[in-house]
């Protein structure tokens, strides 16, 4: 199982479920440690659109009735640093095969 660092796991203590989002939707089985670069981005569910940043921090952190929620959490993935080794220091099209 993925092993998130300190920081990830404050954040994630406020949008829980968040990391099971996101390894559900890797489609490769991650059995070791991995370094992901991605992003979280609020986005309005009534007007369709993508909200500023700071939308994310005034979201209720507990106790979330379904019905009450106006704001859905997309996280984007960006680049996948470490996958069991370093992919950093691999050619570029070598490293993102995954």
Do not use: C, H
Request: aromatic content about 8%.
């Amino acid at each position: 199982m993925a092993k998130p660092t300190k920081a990830i796991l404050e954040v994630l203590d406020i949008y829980e479920g968040m990391l099971d989002q996101l390894l559900r939707a890797i489609k490769k089985e991650i059995t070791g440690l991995f370094v992901l670069d991605a992003e979280a981005v609020a986005q309005d569910l009534i007007d369709k659109r993508i909200l500023p940043f700071q939308e994310l921090s005034k979201l209720k952190r507990k106790n979330i009735k379904l019905e009450d929620i106006e704001i859905k959490v997309e996280i984007f993935a960006l680049d996948l640093w470490y996958l069991d080794e370093p992919m950093i220091n691999r050619e570029f099209s070598e490293g993102r095969r995954f």
